[in-house]
T-cell receptor
Framework: DTAVSQTPKYLVTQMGNDKSIKCEQN?????MYWYKQDSKKFLKIMFS???????INETVPNRFSPKSPDKAHLNLHINSLELGDSAVYFC?????????????FGDGTRLSIL | AQKVTQAQTEISVVEKEDVTLDCVYE???????LFWYKQPPSGELVFLIR??????QNEISGRYSWNFQKSTSSFNFTITASQVVDSAVYFC?????????????FGQGTTLQVKP
């Protein structure tokens, strides 16, 4: 039973396209996150949601729009994809948003822009 | 400003050697949490340990041990008798209680290669 699952695992697309990455967690957690890992392996937070409400938007371009239909899902939609968007995107969840609870990560989605 | 520094970019050891991965953090908060994550070649991120700022006890879990020292703002990770399966990128991370966002600030990661 996968705790945090992301789909797709790989996404190859052309510049200018719009794409979505889905994330679901079955841990019963209240808080979900999106992180971006660049080519140098550096991990940076993009968004977090607690119970469907946005908590963090870490100066991410407007082309990125997270959507949380319920607290078990946090999807990421990206408009007008650019070359610099190529990265691995990780979804994570935690029991609360105070920083104490460990975050559990999905396996990542490798996005490649041609 | 909050920051996590892992000065060792890459470490290479031979199996059965002990290895220590360094982590130094900066924060103005008095309440904060420190984490270590492992990213094996398959790419997933695996949670290893959490420490809170009020608990400076060292922890041991099998071949893994962690040394938390507030005086030097360090949270180092030692693998004893390393094995090839320990080869991975290891990340140290910090979250601050006052931010109340759960935001994790990651270090740059240390790539550990364990050779047979």
């Amino acid at each position: 039973d996968t705790a945090v699952s992301q789909t797709p695992k790989y996404l190859v697309t052309q510049m200018g396209n719009d794409k979505s990455i889905k994330c679901e967690q079955n841990l019963g957690h209240d808080t979900m996150y999106w992180y971006k890992q660049d080519s140098k392996k550096f991990l940076k937070i993009m968004f977090s949601y607690n119970n469907k409400e946005l908590i963090i938007n870490e100066t991410v371009p407007n082309r990125f729009s997270p959507k949380s239909p319920d607290k078990a899902h946090l999807n990421l939609h990206i408009n007008s994809l650019e070359l610099g968007d190529s990265a691995v995107y990780f979804c994570a969840s935690s029991q609360d948003w105070g920083g104490k609870a460990p975050q559990h990560f999905g396996d990542g989605t490798r996005l490649s822009i041609l | 400003a909050q920051k996590v520094t892992q000065a060792q970019t890459e470490i290479s050891v031979v199996e059965k050697e002990d290895v220590t991965l360094d982590c130094v953090y900066e924060t103005r908060d008095t309440t904060y949490y420190l984490f270590w994550y492992k990213q094996p070649p398959s790419g997933e991120l695996v949670f290893l340990i959490r420490r809170n700022s009020f608990d400076e006890q060292n922890e041991i879990s099998g071949r893994y041990s962690w040394n938390f020292q507030k005086s030097t703002s360090s949270f180092n990770f030692t693998i004893t008798a390393s094995q090839v399966v320990d080869s991975a990128v290891y990340f140290c991370a910090l979250s601050e209680a006052t931010s109340n966002t759960g935001k994790l600030i990651f270090g740059q990661g240390t790539t550990l290669q364990v050779k047979p």
